[in-house]
């Protein structure tokens, strides 16, 4: 998966100038709302994230020098399997509109998908998409074998 994008209304003023956002919003066209897009080749790597009953922007994955999984996906088998234990992760809701997967933009079904978060050694929040094996529709559609885990229903 490349990124999301969000509804530009769906996100507070203050966050959009906290973590100058400014240069995410794009307008598909004249008959479209603005949009912030999160995407994983973006300099700075960020999501926005529901956690504990508040929209954050927090950095996507981890880079640099922490013991934090330097992917941007958690595979729901690994998170299933105990492997991400050791992270102590939490459940987040990342509300998205729309997602792209190699270069095919889709609506995103109840506008979120799930995710876990980590805390690095500073305690700095990360933010990871759980991934799970594609449905045929998906695979078919991005030709990616992995696709998000949604909230609710899979495409």
């Known amino acids: 998966m490349d990124g999301i994008a969000l509804i530009k ?8 100038h906290r973590y100058s956002l400014f240069d995410r919003i794009v307008k598909r066209s004249e008959c479209n709302e603005d949009e912030i897009h999160f995407m994983n080749r973006s300099c700075t790597r960020l999501l926005p994230a529901w956690i504990n009953g508040e929209l954050r922007i927090i950095e996507w994955g981890a880079k640099g020098r922490t013991k934090l999984p330097r992917s941007l996906f958690c595979n729901y088998e690994d998170l299933e399997n105990g492997v991400w234990s050791v992270f102590e992760p939490e459940s987040i809701e990342i509300p ?41 529709y998906y695979k078919n559609m991005t030709r990616n074998p992995r696709e998000p885990s949604f909230l609710g229903e899979q495409i």
């Open 96 to 136: 998205a509109t729309y997602a792209v997967d190699n270069g095919i933009w889709y609506l995103v079904p109840n506008a979120a998908i799930k995710g876990v978060l980590l805390h690095d050694e500073n305690g700095l929040p990360h933010a990871y998409i759980i991934t799970q094996q594609s449905t045929i």
């Open 9 to 16: 209304r769906s996100v507070p003023d203050l966050l959009i």
